[in-house]
């Protein structure tokens, strides 16, 4: 069974920095693209970054902010933000998708940014 399971979410002032993780269970850690996706209340869920072998993307709106990394020993995967802005408040869930498939299967709970002004 798979698990993906996010901490490290938080309050923290705009210009701040937080670091999210997120442990995964039951897979081929290194055989999985892992992504961060982000909900603001009443908007859609947006892509924030994704990472594959050594491979990385990010949405255009936390280039240069934020930083995707995993560590395969872990099975961890991590999300380094830096000068956060207030409109970077959002749950943000963990997800893998398997290579070659086309949705993403296995989210996590989610974990809460809360960046104030």
């Known amino acids: 069974q798979v698990q993906l399971v996010e901490s490290g979410g938080g309050l923290v002032q705009a210009g701040g920095s937080l670091r999210l993780s997120c442990a995964a269970f039951?897979?081929?850690?290194?055989?999985?693209?892992m992504g961060w996706f982000r909900q603001a209340p009443e908007k859609e869920r947006d892509f924030v970054a994704a990472i594959y072998w050594n491979s990385v993307s990010y949405g255009d709106s936390v280039k240069g902010r934020f930083t995707i990394s995993k560590d395969n020993a872990k099975n961890t995967v991590y999300l380094q933000m830096n000068s956060l802005k207030p409109e970077d408040t959002a749950v943000y869930y963990c997800?893998?998708?398997?290579?070659?498939?086309?949705?993403?299967?296995?989210w996590g709970q989610g974990t809460q940014v809360t960046v104030s002004s």
């Open positions: 997800a893998s998708r398997a290579i070659g498939a086309q949705d993403y299967a296995y």
């Open positions: 039951g897979l081929t850690f290194n055989r999985y693209q």
